[in-house]
């Protein structure tokens, strides 16, 4: 039988009985949330707006330490209406070698590795997708949530225990709102190189401009996800 101190817990965590075992659990979590045309609230509660038509990473793990599971959370944004703003499009996860996907042109199903399935899904007791009124939930043992309302709301849930390992749009979630705007390579950025430093294979992607100019045309067609590593 699993034994477990609270003193041996990390920071952010307790010792409780998790079905049936005892061991460390996290006592808080964070909400990052894409709303609208995009608005983003970041984990630590940073609001901005970043409105580019590609595939962005939301939040995944950016850390080593191998007591965290690895996920990546990725958006794609395409235009509705009129050209100058973008909605979310498609939400994506990719945890436990799958990847999964709520979207836009399909509402209360989900996509399992390129296969389309009705709801409620779920995977080896590891992972759920269900629907909670209108909005999707992707749930994990990990602990982190993903939900989608299949047209514009997204949130990405992570408990505390991934503080300061995740990275992406929604910041890093170590409770300091000042330091979310960090680009891929570490730089402090404002809202337009934030985003665009999280693109998924960035070569591959128009800059916000061009995406402008470029309107009409199908831009996510343009950026396909790579793994997350
Ligand atoms: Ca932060």
């Known amino acids: ?15 409780a009985v998790v079905k049936g075992v005892r061991r460390c659990v996290a006592n808080s979590r964070s909400i990052c949330v894409a709303t609208g045309d995009p608005h983003y609230t970041t984990f630590d509660g940073h609001r901005y707006d970043f409105m580019g038509t590609c595939v962005y990473l939301l939040a995944g793990l950016c850390s080593t330490d191998p007591t965290l599971i690895p996920f990546a959370v990725t958006v794609e944004n395409n235009h509705r209406g009129s050209h100058l703003v973008s909605f979310t499009k498609v ?5 436990y070698n799958m990847t999964l996907s ?18 409620p899904f779920t995977h080896n007791q590891q992972l759920q997708v269900s629907l909670r009124g209108v909005h999707g939930f ?14 514009s709301y997204a949130r990405v849930i992570v408990p505390n225990t991934y503080a300061g390992a ?13 330091d979310d705007f960090v680009t ?4 402090r950025a ?3 190189h934030l985003g665009d430093s999280w ?14 100019r470029a309107a009409g045309e199908e831009t996510g067609a343009l950026c396909r996800l790579p793994r997350h590593h």
């Open 1 to 15: 039988m699993v034994v477990c101190k609270d003193s041996r817990c990390k920071p952010g965590e307790v010792c």
């Open 91 to 95: 939400v994506t996860m990719e945890v």
């Open 102 to 119: 709520l979207s836009q042109e399909h509402p209360r199903k989900v996509k399992v590795n390129g296969v389309l399935l009705d709801l």
């Open 138 to 151: 992707i749930t994990t043992d990990a602990g982190v949530t993903v939900t989608f309302d299949w047209y």
């Open 166 to 178: 995740v990275c992406g749009l929604c910041g890093n979630a170590n409770g300091d709102p000042h």
């Open 184 to 187: 891929r390579d570490g730089r």
């Open 190 to 192: 404002d809202e337009t």
């Open 199 to 212: 693109k998924r294979r960035p070569e591959t992607c128009l800059p916000w401009g061009q995406a402008l």
